[in-house]
């Protein structure tokens, strides 16, 4: 493992397959547990957020769990359905993600996804 670099390299058969980035990883897990938390502290399901951006439930989820690296303007798309800066999701200050949601009280119009 290089420090210097916060990867490490994957070895399978005396070959090199893939390096993996241990700094990505957390940046990964740290944004999509920003918006599961801000997803449910607004009450919504996977299923009414995936109508409200247009992306499936299962690929928000793998984006939730940190196993996928969505494009900036999936991102974009999750924050502007969650209401939040886009910079809420992916800044790594504590608590960003959810002094930044507004309440719940807002309501979310779902009728004519339904």
């Known amino acids: 493992m290089n420090a210097s670099l916060g990867a490490s390299i994957l070895v399978e058969n005396g070959k090199v397959t893939r390096l993996v980035n241990v700094a990505e990883n957390k940046l990964l897990a740290d944004a999509g547990r920003r918006i599961r938390e801000v997803r449910t502290g607004q009450g919504l399901s996977l ?3 995936a109508l409200l951006t247009g992306i ?3 690929a928000l989820s793998v984006i939730e769990n940190g196993k996928r ?3 900036l303007t999936t991102l974009s798309r999750i924050a502007e359905a969650l209401r939040v800066p886009l910079a809420a999701l992916i800044a790594g200050g504590v608590g960003a993600a959810e002094s930044a949601a507004p309440s719940p009280s807002g309501g979310y119009d779902l009728g004519e996804y339904q």
């Open 47 to 49: 299923e009414q957020l």
């Open 56 to 58: 499936s439930a299962p």
């Open 69 to 71: 690296d969505p494009r």
